[in-house]
């Protein structure tokens, strides 16, 4: 019988940890930015296994078969592990953190190989791999935060101009009305002060000159906060 996502997503994570690529569920959690019940119910089939959280696994995680873990065709990675529900959750993996970190380390992060539009929408939506992105060194003055994305176009100038490098932190909780955020949609990413308009986000230019406009809130994959921003003056 065929496996399901959730079944394939329970097989994946004991691959990940008989491989030391990560400790244990917890672990995985941590580095996905999510609660470790949250990933717990996805597993269960209790949450939904989302596109996003798929193309988070593979920045974290290149060398999955993203195709294998959407469908079931193909292998999980290069080779074809088939381990049981009732062996995974046994085990922990015999890497320590210590070795964990050192063989996977945590002190780089993806950035976006596009550009953030801070006009309208036209950026990393839905179609960028893990292995595509160029690994930078994190950067510890910012607060924690998931990618860096390079800022084009001048409708939020002069608080970011095209060329900037900003941080993003993906937003679990509450938004900030009022406040600047990346939204990942349907027609790509755009960098813009949101506001609450229903079923929709409004979103507004510091640029006087360029309108503001709405996306609907089932258009949006994902809501990023900015956390930090690189500017090189010429």
């Given at each position: 019988?065929?496996?399901?996502?959730?079944?394939?997503?329970?097989?994946?994570?004991?691959?990940?940890?008989?491989?030391?690529?990560?400790?244990?569920?917890?672990?995985?959690?941590?580095?996905?930015?999510?609660?470790?019940?949250?990933?717990?119910?996805?597993?269960?089939?209790?949450?939904?296994?989302?596109?996003?959280?798929?193309?988070?696994?593979?920045?974290?995680?290149?060398?999955?078969?993203?195709?294998?873990?959407?469908?079931?065709?193909?292998?999980?990675?290069?080779?074809?592990?088939?381990?049981?529900?009732?062996?995974?959750?046994?085990?922990?993996?015999?890497?320590?953190?210590?070795?964990?970190?050192?063989?996977?380390?945590?002190?780089?992060?993806p950035r976006i190989p596009s550009a953030v539009a801070a006009g309208f929408p036209g950026g990393f939506a839905?179609?960028?791999?893990?292995?595509?992105?160029?690994?930078?060194?994190?950067?510890?003055?910012?607060?924690?935060?998931?990618?860096?994305?390079?800022?084009?176009?001048?409708?939020?100038?002069?608080?970011?101009?095209?060329?900037?490098?900003?941080?993003?932190?993906?937003?679990?909780?509450?938004?900030?009305?009022?406040?600047?955020?990346?939204?990942?949609?349907?027609?790509?990413?755009?960098?813009?002060?949101?506001?609450?308009?229903?079923?929709?986000?409004?979103?507004?230019?510091?640029?006087?000159?360029?309108?503001?406009?709405?996306?609907?809130?089932?258009?949006?994959?994902?809501?990023?906060?900015?956390?930090?921003?690189?500017?090189?003056?010429?």
């Open positions: 019988m065929e496996q399901t996502i959730n079944e394939r997503l329970t097989s994946l994570i004991c691959k990940l940890k008989k491989d030391g690529r990560i400790y244990n569920e917890s672990d995985l959690a941590k580095r996905m930015n999510i609660g470790q019940p949250f990933l717990s119910d996805m597993k269960k089939g209790a949450k939904t296994i989302s596109e996003e959280t798929v193309l988070k696994l593979s920045f974290l995680f290149p060398e999955i078969n993203v195709d294998w873990l959407r469908t079931g065709k193909g292998f999980m990675l290069l080779d074809d592990a088939d381990l049981s529900k009732k062996d995974c959750d046994n085990i922990e993996s015999d890497f320590t953190r210590k070795e964990i970190s050192e063989k996977y380390p945590e002190d780089v992060k839905a179609a960028v791999l893990g292995y595509q992105c160029e690994q930078r060194p994190v950067i510890k003055s910012f607060p924690q935060y998931n990618y860096t994305i390079i800022v084009k176009g001048d409708s939020m100038y002069p608080k970011f101009e095209g060329g900037d490098e900003i941080a993003i932190a993906k937003v679990l909780d509450v938004v900030e009305w009022g406040k600047t955020y990346v939204l990942d949609t349907r027609e790509g990413a755009v960098l813009k002060r949101l506001y609450d308009a229903g079923d929709s986000f409004r979103c507004v230019s510091y640029n006087p000159e360029y309108p503001d406009f709405s996306i609907l809130k089932s258009d949006v994959f994902g809501v990023y906060r900015v956390v930090g921003l690189i500017r090189i003056d010429p």
